[in-house]
């Protein structure tokens, strides 16, 4: 079958075959005498295998790690168990995660009057003005929020939250532009 028909069979879009073969994550497929790709039921098996295992949110090493084990059938169930156990952890660290910045984000959100004032809480507290407290626990749990450290800030980093040691920087008023400064 050609790129198109393992597509769809597979449920992997032809873009992602051609990069799942670019790094070998998946054998180069053979080719007929146009040139054009030619897979067969093994090929679309194992890209139903990527795509499952990309649905559960396993990076290309674990599921290169999960492939290799697949195709082993000396293999230890215990490491397949240890792949799957070490990724659950990492998904409730990542959801515990972003649980504390949608609860931030709640509580900006709440402070703000939402008017056509422009005195805003959210943005104040992007711009490093209002601490955001991202340890605050899940699902706002704690009636009142938890203070950053003087001298300290919670910042957003590709892994989740942080503490960093830069200063919480005050926010900028901006001109009221005749208008009171209240509420």
């Known amino acids: 079958m050609n790129i198109g028909q393992a597509a769809a069979a597979s449920g992997v879009s032809a873009k992602m075959i ?10 180069q497929s053979a080719r007929r ?22 649905d559960l949110g396993f990076s290309i090493d674990q599921i290169r790690d999960l492939l290799r084990l697949w195709g082993d059938d000396h ?25 504390e910045m949608a609860d931030a984000l709640k509580q900006l959100a709440t402070a703000c009057a939402g008017n056509d004032r422009p ?3 959210i943005i104040h507290g992007l711009e490093g003005g209002l601490p955001i407290d991202l340890a605050q626990g899940a699902g706002g749990a704690s009636a009142k929020p ?27 008023r901006r001109p009221s532009r005749g208008r009171s400064s209240v509420g």
């Open 18 to 27: 051609r990069y799942y073969e670019s790094i070998a994550l998946i054998p």
């Open 33 to 54: 005498e146009s040139g054009y790709r030619d897979y067969g039921l093994p090929d679309v098996h194992r890209l139903a295998f990527i795509r499952r295992a990309r």
């Open 75 to 99: 293999r230890s169930s215990a490491e397949v168990k240890r792949i799957a156990l070490e990724h659950v952890a990492a998904l409730k660290r990542r959801a515990r995660d972003l649980t």
């Open 119 to 121: 005195e805003c809480p």
């Open 146 to 172: 938890r203070r950053v450290p003087i001298g300290h800030s919670r910042s957003l980093t590709p892994a989740g939250p942080a503490l960093t040691s830069a200063p919480v920087i005050a926010a900028r």
